[in-house]
T-cell receptor, first 115, second 112 residues
Framework: AQSVTQPDIHITVSEGASLELRCNYS??????LFWYVQSPGQGLQLLLK??????LVQGIKGFEAEFKRSQSSFNLRKPSVHWSDAAEYFC?????????????FGTGTQLKVEL | NAGVTQTPKFRVLKTGQSMTLLCAQD?????MYWYRQDPGMGLRLIHY???????AKGEVPDGYNVSRLKKQNFLLGLESAAPSQTSVYFC???????????FGDGTRLSIL
C-alpha cells in the first residue's frame, strides 16, 4: 500500500528565509504527487502537482518541488518565505484505480513564520 | 465561482443524534469524496463516489453512510453520532484520471 511521510510536524522560519518541507513516499509504480496548503479554518488548496516529465515543478505562490525517484522524495521549496505562507502543508500521493482516485496524505507540516 | 460548498460549517450534536452533511460541487466532476481530518493524522478517506448512484468505502467508513443521488451532490450521514466522530469533515471532487481534487472549506462537527 502507498504511504506518505512528512517527517517534520512543525517548522519555524524567519520571513525572507528559504524553506524546504520534506516529503517521502512509498509507492510501487510511478507516483502522482501533490502538495496542498491549508490555511486556518479553510479547505485544502492545491499548490502543485507532479505526474511525469520534468522533475522540478513550479506551483502557485512561488513554490516549487523536486521529484527524486532515487530518494522517494518530493520536497517542497520556496526561496523567500512571506508571513502569509504560515499554514499547514500536506503532501499526497494518488493511486489511480477503476474505482476512484484515492489520495493518501501525509500527516502535515505546520509552518510558522517569524517576523 | 463556488467550487465545492459544504453545509453546515459548524455543528454540535449529542451522542446518539443523527445528521447529514451536504456537499455540492458546480464543476461537473464525476468523482466525489468525503474525508475526516484529525490532529496528527492528516486526512483519511471515509467514502467516495465515482458517479451518480454509486458509492464505495474508503479507509474509515464505519459509522457513516453516503448517498449520491445527483451528480453535483454528495451526502454524508451519521446515523448515531459518537464522540469519536468529532472531527473536521472535508468534501472534495475531481475529474477521473490523475486530476487533482478540489476541496470545500470543511464542516467542524463536535459530538458531546
Amino acid at each position: 500500500a502507498q504511504s506518505v511521510t512528512q517527517p517534520d510536524i512543525h517548522i519555524t522560519v524567519s520571513e525572507g528565509a528559504s524553506l524546504e518541507l520534506r516529503c517521502n513516499y512509498s509507492y510501487g509504480a510511478t507516483p502522482y504527487l501533490f502538495w496542498y496548503v491549508q490555511s486556518p479554518g479553510q479547505g485544502l488548496q492545491l499548490l502543485l502537482k507532479y505526474f511525469s516529465g520534468d522533475t522540478l515543478v513550479q506551483g502557485i505562490k512561488g513554490f516549487e518541488a523536486e521529484f527524486k525517484r532515487s530518494q522517494s522524495s518530493f520536497n517542497l521549496r520556496k526561496p523567500s518565505v512571506h508571513w502569509s505562507d504560515a499554514a499547514e502543508y500536506f503532501c499526497a500521493v494518488v493511486r489511480l484505480t477503476g474505482g476512484g482516485n484515492k489520495l493518501t496524505f501525509g500527516t502535515g507540516t505546520q509552518l510558522k513564520v517569524e517576523l | 465561482n463556488a467550487g465545492v460548498t459544504q453545509t453546515p460549517k459548524f455543528r454540535v450534536l449529542k451522542t446518539g443524534q443523527s445528521m447529514t452533511l451536504l456537499c455540492a460541487q458546480d464543476m461537473n466532476h464525476e468523482y466525489m469524496y468525503w474525508y475526516r481530518q484529525d490532529p496528527g493524522m492528516g486526512l483519511r478517506l471515509i467514502h467516495y463516489s465515482v458517479g451518480e448512484g454509486t458509492t464505495a468505502k474508503g479507509e474509515v467508513p464505519d459509522g457513516y453512510n453516503v448517498s449520491r443521488l445527483k451528480k453535483q451532490n454528495f451526502l454524508l450521514g451519521l446515523e448515531s453520532a459518537a464522540p469519536s466522530q468529532t472531527s473536521v469533515y472535508f468534501c472534495a471532487s475531481s475529474f477521473p484520471g490523475n486530476q487533482p481534487q478540489h476541496f470545500g472549506d470543511g464542516t467542524r462537527l463536535s459530538i458531546l
